[in-house]
């Protein structure tokens, strides 16, 4: 299942089969897009996946941004753990994106690892399946 945000500052790909989300995300985000994006996970992607078993995220931050919603950011996050979400690999070239988001992560305790360069997809599915799960390369999150 594929869910373009209205805007697009996003994009999610839901691997129901495999409890992988691919997900894109570009630009500097507003709280009016993260209300959304929160909107999608809470009504579409915690649905598909349910919270009996684990599940990933390779997440593609190659042309986001860092933005002011880092309070809110946790709070989706510890809203994801309760809904089985336990590993994610991000996709960044940019040293201040990764820093916020490993401050975020820290915060949360998410087991994450960052990716960049050019075998930077090939090296996050490498790790998500040394967590233990299959993936397929997805041209989404490299587009």
């Given at each position: 299942?594929?869910?373009?945000d209205?805007?697009?500052?996003?994009?999610?790909?839901?691997?129901?089969?495999?409890?992988?989300?691919?997900?894109?995300?570009?630009?500097?985000?507003?709280?009016?897009?993260?209300?959304?994006?929160?909107?999608?996970?809470?009504?579409?992607?915690?649905?598909?996946l349910?919270?009996?078993?684990?599940?990933?995220?390779?997440?593609?931050?190659?042309?986001?941004?860092?933005?002011?919603?880092?309070?809110?950011?946790?709070?989706?996050?510890?809203?994801?753990?309760?809904?089985?979400?336990?590993?994610?690999?991000?996709?960044?070239?940019?040293?201040?994106?990764?820093?916020?988001?490993?401050?975020?992560?820290?915060?949360?305790?998410?087991?994450?690892?960052?990716?960049?360069?050019?075998?930077?997809?090939?090296?996050?599915?490498?790790?998500?399946?040394?967590?233990?799960?299959?993936?397929?390369?997805?041209?989404?999150?490299?587009?």
């Open positions: 299942m594929e869910i373009l209205s805007k697009g500052m996003y994009t999610i790909l839901i691997d129901k089969k495999n409890r992988i989300v691919y997900e894109k995300n570009v630009g500097v985000w507003t709280n009016e897009d993260l209300n959304r994006f929160l909107d999608d996970y809470k009504n579409i992607v915690f649905n598909e349910g919270n009996d078993k684990p599940w990933a995220k390779l997440c593609n931050l190659s042309n986001y941004e860092v933005s002011s919603i880092y309070n809110d950011l946790i709070e989706f996050l510890k809203t994801s753990i309760d809904n089985g979400f336990s590993d994610c690999a991000i996709i960044s070239n940019d040293s201040l994106v990764n820093s916020q988001m490993h401050e975020v992560c820290k915060q949360i305790g998410l087991n994450h690892s960052f990716f960049g360069g050019i075998d930077a997809f090939d090296d996050a599915i490498d790790w998500l399946q040394s967590n233990g799960y299959k993936l397929k390369n997805n041209a989404l999150c490299q587009a």
